[in-house]
């Protein structure tokens, strides 16, 4: 072989050595990168579980934590008549509560002043809703569902019949044609007063007992069943008495039962000088046959401020005072809230 040919087939052999050694280096270098990203998998996925583990864990406490709501019933016997207060702490709930029963159309308003009730977390709201029973509820069992964030809460209460009294009366058929038999009375009382009905003041106004307005005698009972005779001869059908009559002269000043709003103030051809109060809630007191009125709609008033005089105004036999408390469409009997019985302050 010339030198020449040496030197080629060295520098051939060197080269594939050399090639040789490279691809050896590559597999290496592969084998090194492969178990490089298996090992950054396995710890990203550790990473990941981990991170499940905590949020579990958070979940977990988020739930430990809430504080679901608390719904209270004053109690569950009643009689025609009374209120039934019922309360929700909302604790870690959230909204405005909402309550269905047949005994009326009571509403949730935020009550600020609740004795014996402790919210959980400290400052969260407590509501209150006052539902009528009314005087002449049908005695029996009725249910109460409240609602507050997404969970329902049922409830029933038993209703019993209160005794009323009776009383007969003779009237001015005078008196009776110009008022109850007027042509458009029951459309007037409908247009002013009908609509007191259905409104409830969002916030609560009153504070403590409620008083009793005037201190005159007791002339008609609330609820009795009345028997009319007019002076000419004929007789009305009986009718319920849904207030407490007061005797008392005339001009004798009139203050308000609790502090409140005043949703009517005006003239109404049965009622005559009439005054409505919604203490909150739809909790309103009526004062009707008043010789004037010292208030107007809109007034905010306070408990045992005059808002006008005892009179013999609209249908009535001579000066006194109706004094009437309402939810909604359903009368209540004045007494436990004059006397600081009722469940109004529970
Ligand atoms: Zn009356």
Redesign the pocket.
Known sequence: MSKGGRIICVVLAVLLAASAAFALYQKDRADKLGSAMLKEQAAASEEISGLKAQVEELSQKLAESYVAPRVVFSGNEFLQGDILTVHVEMNSAKGLPEIQTELGKPVFIEDPAVAGITAEPAGSPVYTAYVPVGYAQTPGEYSVSVTADGREYKGSVTVSARKYGEQHMTMSSATASATIGAENANEDYAQKVTPTYYTAESQRYWQGTFIRPVSGPVT?EFGLYRYTTYTDGSSRKVVR?T?V?IGAAKGTPVPASNAGKVVYAGDVIITGGTVVIDHGGGLKSYYFHLSSIDCKAGDIVGKGDIIGKVGATGYATGAHL?FELKIGEYSLSPWALWDGTSDLYK
Do not use: A, K
């Open positions: 008609t008495h207030g009559d109706h």
